[in-house]
Structure formats: C-alpha cells, structure tokens
C-alpha cells in the first residue's frame, strides 16, 4: 500500500507558474498508474492529468493541455505537476493518485490511493 503526500499549494496570480509535488511512501510509484484531479467548490472532482508506469506516456484534460506538464522522478519517489500560464478557472483543490490496475484511468473511480489534496487559488 502506498500512502501519498502533496505539498503545500499555493496563491498565485494569472500567468504565473506553480508546481505540485506528491511524494510517495510504502511503495514506488512505478507499481502505480498515477494521476492528478482537482476539485473546485460546488463541483465534483475532475481528470486533470495522469501517467502510465507502463511506457511512461501521459495524457491531460483539453482544459490543461498545453499549460501543465505531470513528470515522476524514480529516485525521489515523487510525481509533479507543472502548472503554468495558471488562470483563475484553475482555483481548486488539487489531488494526485495511484492506481494498481493497468490502463491508464480518467476517472476518480478508478485509483485506489489518494493524497490529502492541496489548495491552488489563482487570482485574476
């Protein structure tokens, strides 16, 4: 079982650039299809990004493709999520997550592990 931890987010105004981070431990992300989703108020929790352990590939929501880059480092054990040219329509609480089945999933309920979720706010 792996247990994931997001830094801390952030307020950043439009434009400007945030990167998340999700560490993992108990197991290495490569056993794991990892993505990352977002939920703003009122709304429910949405696809933002996700990558394949299987060939490394990855895949983003029109809404974000483009602007944000999600990487994984081996050695650190660690995935990211490079966000840039933010607007405000990214304000929302963002999580990342494993999943053990292969197939790369765009829906939440398809990942087994969760991290706590960070706040992003961008200001207009």
């Known amino acids: 079982q792996v247990q994931l931890v997001e830094s801390v987010g952030g307020l950043v105004q439009a434009g400007g650039s945030l990167r998340l981070s999700c560490a993992a431990s108990g197991r290495t992300l490569s056993s794991y299809d990892m993505g990352w989703f977002r939920q703003a108020p009122g709304k429910e929790r949405e696809f933002v990004a996700a990558?394949?352990?299987?060939?490394?590939?990855?895949y983003y929501a029109d809404s974000v493709k483009g602007r944000f880059t999600i990487s994984r480092d081996n050695a650190k054990n660690t995935l990211y999520l490079q966000m840039n040219s933010l607007k405000p329509e990214d304000t929302a609480v963002y999580y990342c997550?494993?999943?053990?089945?292969?197939?790369?999933?765009?829906?939440?309920?398809?990942?087994?592990?969760w991290g706590q979720g960070t706040q992003v706010t961008v200001s207009s």
């Open positions: 990558f394949s352990r299987r060939d490394t590939s990855t």
């Open positions: 997550a494993a999943d053990s089945d292969y197939g790369l999933g765009l829906s939440p309920g398809q990942y087994d592990y």
